[in-house]
């Protein structure tokens, strides 16, 4: 029999994480993700005591989290559901609605700064086209970074979540890796 050894996105065994002066980037292989989608008719739910945002908007709530990512739809977030079949209880909480595993396909990285807004804002300008300072704690887009799609959630003013897709996962850890470097110096 195969011994199978669980890889993170970036294909590590552990999360890797690196600092760049101020800034820390994290690799969150511990992040559950599922889709949710209201039916036609459907009043907007509240999983896991969740009030789902609106648009452009992020929430949290102890270990869950959601973000808006169009018109009655939303990502929700479990932190340390990676490895459980977190779609499965995102449905069971909501069975009305339509819900999709989507942990697997998206890569999710943390950045912190120990010196407050400025290099997370720094490093917005670098990679982004959004108006860094008006990008606010509890707002969240889907943007272009570099050759890549990415939803970007505004976690605190000095927290930036970056999830990009999974194939990608060594691309975007390239380019946020670069963009934080050039800011050391």
């Known amino acids: 029999m195969t011994d199978l050894t669980a890889i993170t996105a970036l294909g590590g065994t552990v999360a890797r994480t690196e600092v ?3 800034l820390t980037i994290t690799e969150n292989a511990d992040l559950g993700l599922a889709s949710l989608s209201l039916r036609a008719g459907q009043e907007v739910p509240q999983p896991f005591g969740l009030m789902l945002p609106g648009v452009g908007k992020a929430v949290s709530m102890g270990e869950y989290a959601a973000f808006w990512t169009g018109r009655g739809q939303w990502m929700i977030e479990a932190s340390g559901k990676a490895e459980v079949d977190f779609a499965a209880m995102l449905k069971s909480e909501v069975p009305e609605c339509s819900v999709t595993e989507q942990t697997d396909g998206f890569a999710a990285f943390e ?3 120990t010196q407050g807004a400025a290099p ?3 490093l917005m300008n ?3 086209n959004i108006d860094a ?3 606010e704690p509890g ?3 889907r943007t272009g970074l570099e050759h890549m799609t990415v939803f970007l959630i505004r976690r605190a003013e000095d927290r930036l979540a970056v999830i990009g897709m999974r194939t990608l996962a060594g691309s975007l850890w390239h380019a946020l890796a670069v963009a934080a470097r050039r800011l050391e110096d």
């Open 139 to 141: 707002q969240a887009t």
């Open 126 to 128: 670098k990679l982004v």
């Open 20 to 22: 760049f002066g101020a």
């Open 133 to 135: 300072k008006g990008f």
């Open 111 to 113: 950045i912190a700064s």
């Open 120 to 122: 997370i804002e720094a």
